[in-house]
Nanobody, 120 residues
Framework: QVQLVESGGGLVQPGGSLRLSCAAS????????MAWYRQAPGKQRELVAR???????NYADSVKGRFTISRDNAKRTVYLQMNSLKTEDTAVYYC??????????????WGQGTQVTVSS
């Protein structure tokens, strides 16, 4: 059984910062890409940032220069540091990981989501 568990969401004022974490656990052989997505009310889920196992990153244009994705491979954890938050960053943020469960082929897993609300 593989699980992705997110933490770190909450309410923050515009201009503030939050750090999201997502830890993968269970019968995992290896993890390829890890990513953060978000979904605002009435909108489609969109990619926020992605990081490869080697540390290469890419970001949505809307968050470049404000958000930083990183990972700790030993802890099987991915982070999203969010600075200079705007009201339009309000959404449910989901962690995603492409990984090899032990004895199985590559599969994509999702966390349960964590709410980020940016409001004064």
């Amino acid at each position: 059984q593989v699980q992705l568990v997110e933490s770190g969401g909450g309410l923050v004022q515009p201009g503030g910062s939050l750090r999201l974490s997502c830890a993968a656990s269970g019968s995992i052989f290896s993890i390829n890409d890890m990513a953060w997505y978000r979904q605002a009310p009435g909108k489609q889920r969109e990619l926020v940032a992605r990081i490869t196992s080697g540390g290469r990153t890419n970001y949505a244009d809307s968050v470049k220069g404000r958000f930083t994705i990183s990972r700790d491979n030993a802890k099987r954890t991915v982070y999203l540091q969010m600075n200079s938050l705007k009201t339009e960053d309000t959404a449910v943020y989901y962690c995603n990981a492409d990984l090899f469960p032990i004895g199985r082929g590559l599969r994509s897993y999702w966390g349960q989501g964590t709410q980020v609300t940016v409001s004064s």
